[in-house]
């Protein structure tokens, strides 16, 4: 890892969290550093999302502290720091692409982030025809729209549930350039994904996760040298767990 990443932007410990009677991750623990790009991994229901809601403010941890941003919960002062992507959403069908972003950007201005002409830049950029209503978008575009607005106003942190769903080939590339360039510029960035060779290609370290838990926390560089991809490194995990 990068010896000048020394600043700790987010911080799970000993997270366990409920649905209910059902106990959905148990003792998590891991750690973001400014400007890293981390990937969360693991099999369906292993925790991601889980960890995703809570590290948010969207679950009540039953036990464990988090540290986000400075902070011990995530306020909605807080919000307007962070970008979020969650994995099912779906932005309002009655709004266009550009109604929804001007909606959002009032909410997520960062300073001197001039929000109308990023809105047009993020509209060329993701390939959105502004004045299209959502209900007439595929669920590609609708995805691209989701993503957008997580970088709205240049959040310090942004959290990515499975952002890879339905994009095209085209866009998964084009959006690991922009994760590069905001990694470049400091901005700490968590995402989930099954897509293991995408993430090889677009984090600094990965999380992984088994039945809840966390299993293992490297980086991408020491985890291709041990195991040569980050694929096997997960499969010679989960099979030792
Ligand atoms: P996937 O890759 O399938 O999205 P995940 O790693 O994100 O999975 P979670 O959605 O965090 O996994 O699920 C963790 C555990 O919590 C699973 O056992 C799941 O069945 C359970 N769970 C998730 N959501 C709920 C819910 N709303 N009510 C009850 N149990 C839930």
């Known amino acids: 890892m990068n010896q000048s990443l020394t600043d700790t932007v987010l911080k799970l410990t000993n997270v366990s969290a409920y649905y209910g009677f059902t106990k959905a991750i148990e003792s998590v623990s891991f750690e973001l550093k400014k400007g890293q790009v981390v990937g969360l991994i693991g099999a369906n229901g292993a925790g991601k999302t889980t960890s995703l ?13 988090i540290s986000i941003l400075g902070m011990s919960r995530c306020s909605s002062r807080l919000f307007k720091r962070i970008g979020f992507a969650p994995e099912d959403a779906t932005p309002p069908e009655y709004l266009t692409a550009r109604e929804y ?9 960062g300073e001197n982030i001039n929000s109308v002409q990023q809105i047009e830049e993020f509209l060329t950029w993701f390939e959105l025809d502004p004045d299209k209503l959502v209900r007439k978008y595929s ?10 607005q997580a970088f709205l106003g240049k959040p310090d942190l942004i959290v990515l549930d499975e952002p890879l769903n339905g994009l095209d080939p085209m866009m998964i590339l084009k959006l690991r350039d922009r994760l590069k360039l905001y990694q470049k510029q ?5 995402y989930s994904s099954h897509i293991l060779t995408e993430l090889e290609q677009t984090c600094s ?3 992984i996760m088994h039945r809840g ?7 991408v560089e020491n985890l291709v040298k041990q195991f040569g991809s980050v694929e096997k490194a997960f499969s010679a995990k989960i099979g030792a767990a």
């Open 139 to 148: 669920k590609g575009m609708r995805r691209r729209l989701i993503l957008a």
């Open 213 to 219: 838990s966390v299993i293992h926390q490297d980086s």
């Open 186 to 190: 400091g901005t700490t960035i968590l």
């Open 101 to 109: 972003l001007v909606f959002l950007s009032k909410f997520r201005k």
């Open 53 to 65: 809601k809570v590290l948010l403010g969207m679950l009540k941890p039953a036990t464990g502290t």
């Open 205 to 207: 370290d990965v999380v």
